[in-house]
């Protein structure tokens, strides 16, 4: 159960947050939603799929750390082994709220029943009340994930225009002889994108969703090393 609340020197002042990650603070998950924006710094690290909302009117992109529910491959002993964590994960236990609009007032909220507050954490508010370094940071990112977030309807609209994306199942077997499966999701269409004529990619790179889609197509190479993480898991390596 979520707890909430409007981020207040008032009601907050003592409050502290546990900055490092493990499978008990809520890493513990399969993917995470990035926006186009932080594709470029995605990329580096974690495969970018594709997936269709439960309305099915609106496809999201997620980064992938593992093949299954709960399965996060880059957690090792007590640390996220990667250069780069997707906002998304990087602010829990915050969160935007406020007017959903792009011209409304955002306010920082934080989840009072994440595992992530203790009394070891690293403060919020210094003793005269000012936000902490931490927490500077932190609203850095969530204004950085909301300008993504309100950006990516025209690139979300741009990949559904041109028809860019198409469903992916794939199918790995592992060293050991098991199975896994992701089913589900949509990638960048490769032959798709190769076929658009030279105005129809200037009018892309225009909009500025060129790079994220070549972002995108490139992570896919990131799939052989999460392979590679999987394996070594499954071998006790």
Same mark, same amino acid.
Request: net charge negative; aromatic share 8%.
């Given at each position: =159960?979520?707890?909430?609340? &409007?981020?207040?020197? %008032? ?18 998950? =399969? ?7 932080? !594709? ?6 974690? @495969? ?15 980064? =992938? ?10 957690? %090792?002993?007590? *640390?996220? +082994? ?7 994960? #990087? ?23 994440? @595992? *992530?507050?203790?009394? #070891? ?6 003793? +005269?009340?000012? @936000?902490?370094?931490?927490? %500077? ?18 690139? !979300? ?5 041109? +028809? &860019? ?10 060293? +050991? ?29 225009? %909009?500025?969703?060129? =790079?994220?889609? !070549? ?13 590679? *993480? ?8």
């Amino acid at each position: =159960m979520s707890g909430h609340a &409007l981020l207040t020197i %008032e009601d907050h002042r003592d409050l502290r947050v546990r900055a490092e990650r493990g499978a008990q603070l809520g890493d513990a998950v =399969m993917c995470s939603i990035v926006v186009p924006t932080e !594709f470029r710094r995605v990329q580096d690290e974690y @495969p970018i799929l594709f997936r269709l909302n439960a309305e099915r009117d609106r496809f999201t992109a997620l980064a =992938m750390f593992g093949f299954e529910t709960g399965e996060n491959l880059f957690l %090792e002993g007590g *640390r996220w +082994d990667a250069r780069y964590l997707p906002l998304a994960i #990087d602010i829990q236990p915050f969160l935007i709220g406020g007017a959903p609009s792009q011209s409304g007032d955002k306010q920082v909220h934080i989840d009072l029943a994440s @595992p *992530r507050i203790g009394a #070891d954490g690293v403060r919020l508010f210094d003793e +005269d009340g000012r @936000p902490s370094p931490y927490l %500077e940071s932190i609203t850095d990112k969530l204004g950085a994930l909301d300008a993504g977030y309100q950006a990516s309807g025209d690139f !979300f609209a741009a990949l559904s225009r041109h +028809d &860019l994306l198409e469903p992916l199942s794939l199918e790995i077997t592992l060293d +050991d002889g098991s199975i896994n499966r992701l089913v589900g999701f949509h990638a960048i269409n490769e032959e798709r994108l190769q076929d658009l004529n030279a105005a129809t990619l200037g009018e892309l790179h225009v %909009e500025d969703h060129l =790079m994220p889609i !070549f972002m995108a197509l490139a992570s896919l190479g990131n799939l052989t090393e999460l392979i590679a *993480r999987k394996n070594r898991r499954t071998s006790g390596g």
